[in-house]
């Protein structure tokens, strides 16, 4: 029977339960003090009793010893007894006197004359014993000539006896003894003098009492002989009669007897019951505070456990829709049942969640794979229609036709650009992008990201413009890529939303703390701005400031999403402070790592010292002039500057020290930089003055210009500052070098092949390709670079050529039927290393994932070119090649 | 002399050998102030056991061996041996009794010193209650006192100093004691030869008295303090060996523990 008995209950019975074990033990322990203190108390009383009948005997000895001096001392006693002495005469007349004697002593049943043999001359008590010699203790001890008191074992029972020599001279003529018998009358003289019931007892019988016949028969002559043999007290109460009886041994005189005292104890029981009575009151008023203590505390320890109850109740039907099972039993017993119905059920749960999560990374994985392939699957066709429209740009075009072959370019950039954005989202979604920690030249790669908008920028006639932190280290570590990442995703944001007006770049070193850096991009613009509604979700996936963007600027919205990823994955974040129609500001962290004595790839050589050069700065922006005064400045440089053509005349003519160069921006209104130079170059007292220009891509002055105005150097907005310091030692004469080396080999390349696209290489090239309209293009390409070139559909077809003949280049795809591009690279490697030129491989593949282009290389391959490629860049990478050392 | 202190270590017990305890005690409180011994009086060897099964004393001193029941958990230990001897009062001239005289004075059929060769005086026989131990060791040892009954006369003492008392009290009495007890009363009473042997240490070692009590002491071992170990490693010291044979006794090895 389980019935559904609250705790509470259970807690005040078991809390009840205990106050009442405890005050019972504590009555019980009570009670048998007060016992322990009443026969203290009785103890004391019996030994005080024992005390006043020793000191009773005493009194008695005294006045019998008093008698008994006065007797021996009679004169007509001591005659009579000393004729009856000497004659044998005159005891009748002793006997007479005797009698008459006897009465008139007090309380004595004892009165004896023996003459000096111990015979019995007269005796009052019976039997009469005339001429016997009894023996009895005391007369032959007096006849020695003491007086002795003594309790004898005579005749006439037991008594207490005093024995006294009679002298005749010095002689002793007989002995007289006076005394009492130790009976009841006896007993009973003393119990009224103590107020007790005396009895007098040996260890064999009860001697004499006080007592009625019928209570002496009560008394234990087993407790007499136990009190002897352990000569201790020993004590019986009687509740009923209210008496105590303590049975005690003493010394009196010269026996020793069991006394029996009878006690009336009923004050003292009173007082116990009293006492007990007072306790059983105390018990039950401590039973019932226990209770109520008891009960408040289970009302404060039930109500939040009973709500505990009830929460887990809700909480397994809201969870999970039903309620937990009731299977009656107490609050904790609920509480357990809920409990155990909730973990049940989530452990449940979790199994599904497990298991979902395990569908959910297969799917995921599934969908991966699906992304490398679809990756795959475009961007062979891409590669296809770009390079085709590359081509076709490079023939003979009418107007119309050329429009069409751009668009469809731009249409096909445009689409690239969207495939790129949707895997590495997804990528990093997936995880699956690990970031590199390599050392890089932090100012180089910023820059090179913002150079890369240079032409975008111009075609909408923004200005661009960069500005790094001179403290900035130059030698980092991280991932170059990603940084660069980062950036183009910003300003290809900014360019996208500004249709006039600026985008400036700003990096910053922040906090170095402990080897590392906290980098922070900004890319300020003076677009479109964004809504303060929208500006929350601008970094979420697929979301722009709203449906319109989209349809207006076109893009997968992804750019920024993958920025906010990207910088939380370098440690730090991304934030946007816009306002509608006056231009926004991304402004992002980054953690890097500093680089000390690492080498970072196609480093600067250090440069000579500008401290001290004067410059002067004309441009009609602002911001443009600001950043270059900056960069300047902190070379040491001396800058002035000019927001127009007009001022920078002026200044020229007031200066006190001539400026060792000047730095004019081409497009400026009223007076722009070429006249300005010309001006210049026209006063004699200027003629020593370097000439630097900065113009935007779209302008390309004639080398006949530049030499007639003599332009140390021409440097393309963005300005990249390594660019600007050569630019600006090269036109001071400090240091030989090219104007431009600030810029990467591939970019360089990069538009030099842009630049003269049908230029000759005349380069023998074994393309392995083996899908036939990548091939017709690749060829096409080939050819426009008047290269020969040898097709292989697969690996081993690539063997067999190159065993017949050698090449400058080798272009491999990676994935073919038969012997792929790794595997076909391996071999061609193994049979390089006995001593054969090694061919450079340059790896043609679809797949962008992260890891393909380590794949490649650790399969041997020295390039990776990755598809769809423009004719610019598969120039640069065989011009790079060809030119490289064995 | 150091007097005992007020928690000098308190030795309770049987009667008999109180006279020479308190002879060793005495000996042993002169050696340091700090271990001073007490030998109450007599409250009989069942005293002292009592007090040593109820922890009330770590010490007590008994005349007889406990039985098995009496000494679980504690230990005895004998360490002498006191002759029982009849003792007579100050006016009996008799100095030797024979073992069926001796039964006959105390069953009451001689009551007269003069049928002994002594003063025409009662014989006031002065007997011991029968639990007790030198009355037990006569008893067993004497045949023809084991199974008399007392004279009605006589006067029952129950302790060692009421036989003292009495015997001293009453000059033509006759009792019985152990030998040191009888030395400690320093009396004018007298020990009598029994068939002719007179009781003391060399009659008790070579066995030709063989009415013998032997003393020992009882305590429980984990409850011994440094005092208690200390006295009884002095009685069974070369100096408590000393005291005991000037009491009269015969000292008795150590038994191992």
Redesign the interface.
Known sequence: LRSRLSLGFVILGVLLLVALIAVAAAYLVNVRAMHDVLMAKEFEKARSIGDIVELYLKEEVEKLETLAQGLKRDVELTALLKRYDATGEGRDDIVRLMADLFPDLPDVTVFELADRR?RIVYRAQQPPLFGDTP?T?GI??AL?GKR?SVVA?GPDGLSLRVSAPIMAGSRIIGVITVGFSIDNRFATEVARHTRTGISFA??RAVLASSLPPAERGRISLGLVKRA?????PQFVGDEDSRTTTAYT?R?LI???FGIVVQMDSQASYEQLRANESLLVRLSIGISLFALVLGALLTFAVIRPLRRLQLRAEETVRTIFGEAAPRRGGNEIDSLAVSLNTMTDKLLAHVKDLAHAKEVAVAASEAKSMFLANMSHEIRTPMNGVLGMTDLLLNTELDPRQRRYAETVRSSGDLLLNIINDILDFSKIEARKVTLENIPFRLRETVEEAVQAFARAADAKGLELACEIDTQAPDTVRGDPMRLRQIINNLIGNAIKFTERGEVIVKVQARALVAERMTLEISVRDTGIGIEPAVRERIFDAFSQADGSTTRRYGGTGLGLAIVRQLTHMMGGEVQVESEPGKGSTFRCTVQLALAHGEAAPDSIPARASLHGARVLVVDDHAASREILEHQLSAQGMVVATAASGAAALATLASAKQPFDILLLDVHMPEMDGIELARLVRAEPRWGAVRIAMLSSVRDDAPASLREELGIACWLTKPVRQSALLGCVHDALGISAGAAAQGAPLDDRAERAAAGTAGGSLRLKILLVEDNPINSEMALAMLGSFYCRTTVAENGRQALDALARESFDIVLMDCQMPGMDGFEATAVIRRKEAGGGRRTPIIALTAHAMDGDEARCLAAGMDDYLAKPFSLGALRAKLTRWANAPD | MASASADALEVPGSGSPETILRALAEAFNVLDAKQQVRIPPS??S??GL?AIQHDEAVLARVSRRPSAEQGRGLRYLPFAKDAVVFVVGE?VRVRNLGAAQVADIFSGKL?EWSSLGGAR??I?VIVR?E?ETTLKVLRDGIEPFRRISFS??A????HSH?MV??LD????SIGFLSLSSLKGAHTRLAPLALDGVKADAQSLLSGSYPHAIEYGLIFKPARLTATARSFIDFIFSEAGGRVLRSGGLLPLPREPA
């Open positions: 111990a023996g203790w032959a001890e020695a002795v074992h040996s260890e002897f043999a352990e000569d201790r041994v010394n010269d026996e020793t | 409250a009989r069942v005293g009592r006016r009551t005086e009662p006031r209650d639990d009605p006369n006067k029952v003492a129950y009421e008392a009495l009290r009453f000059g033509s």
